[in-house]
């Protein structure tokens, strides 16, 4: 059981240009998340989806664009990258709340830094 | 604004003490809370999850409480190893999203 998969674990963007960031997940959770990490800082919710086709802003969307086309996969687009992108995003997927095992659960991660 | 709070910041212990984590959120309005574990370099690797409804949840060495009404809740570590020193963070379930505290970066000394 893979759980929650990103590609890439790591990347080094020059400024301007763009990528996106994949997250798969195999246990058919409705809800699905993006977060960046920086140091010594909490995660900041950038943007989540609710299911196929539904997607909403998070704290901190500026930058970035996601699609949701299946249940499966949630890719975030960065769009002109900025030094200020510079950041560890992680992927999550949950059941969604007032489920039973609604438990969030995390990709390993994507190290991104744009130079 | 929904927001939490973990305290303290960063904790070091020598092996084998007790110690307890805070985190205490803004907004009663939760669906869970959760308590994850993060290695430095790493992803976050889910410890305890306690639903609104619920007072604590125990795992092994570990023992998570939530009282909803002062918007607090604690883990709990016993007899803690030099193998529990990670970053832990507490994260708040509010309908569509979870909000995270900036964690609790613990280190325990053999």
């Known amino acids: 059981n893979a759980g929650v998969t990103q590609t890439p674990k790591f990347r080094i963007l020059k400024i301007g240009q763009s990528m996106t960031l994949q997250c798969t997940q195999d246990m058919n959770h409705n809800y699905m998340y993006w977060y960046r990490q920086d140091p010594g800082m909490g995660l900041k919710l950038i943007y989540y989806?609710?299911?196929?086709?539904?997607?909403d802003k998070g704290e901190v969307p500026n930058g970035y664009n996601v699609s949701r086309s299946t249940t499966e996969d949630f890719p975030l687009r960065l769009e002109l990258a900025a030094p200020s992108q510079t950041s560890v995003y992680f992927c999550?997927?949950?059941?969604?709340?007032?489920?039973?095992?609604?438990?969030?659960?995390f990709g390993q991660g994507t190290r991104l830094t744009v130079v | 604004k929904q927001e939490v709070t973990q305290i303290p910041a960063a904790l070091s212990v020598p092996e084998g003490e007790n110690l307890v984590l805070n985190c205490s959120f803004t907004d009663s309005a939760i669906y869970n809370l959760q308590w994850f574990r993060q290695d430095p370099g790493k992803g976050l690797t889910s410890l305890l999850l306690?639903?609104?409804?619920?007072r604590e949840q125990t795992s092994g060495r570990l023992n998570a409480s939530l009282d909803k009404s002062s918007g607090r809740s604690t883990l709990y570590i016993a007899a803690s190893q030099p193998g529990d020193s990670a970053t832990y963070l507490c994260?708040?379930?509010?309908?569509?999203?979870?909000?995270f505290g900036a964690g609790t970066i613990l280190r325990v000394k053999s």
């Open positions: 306690i639903q609104s409804s619920q």
């Open positions: 989806s609710v299911g196929a086709g539904i997607t």
């Open positions: 999550a997927s949950s059941g969604g709340p007032g489920r039973m095992n609604t438990e969030a659960f």
């Open positions: 994260a708040v379930e509010y309908g569509n999203k979870l909000v």
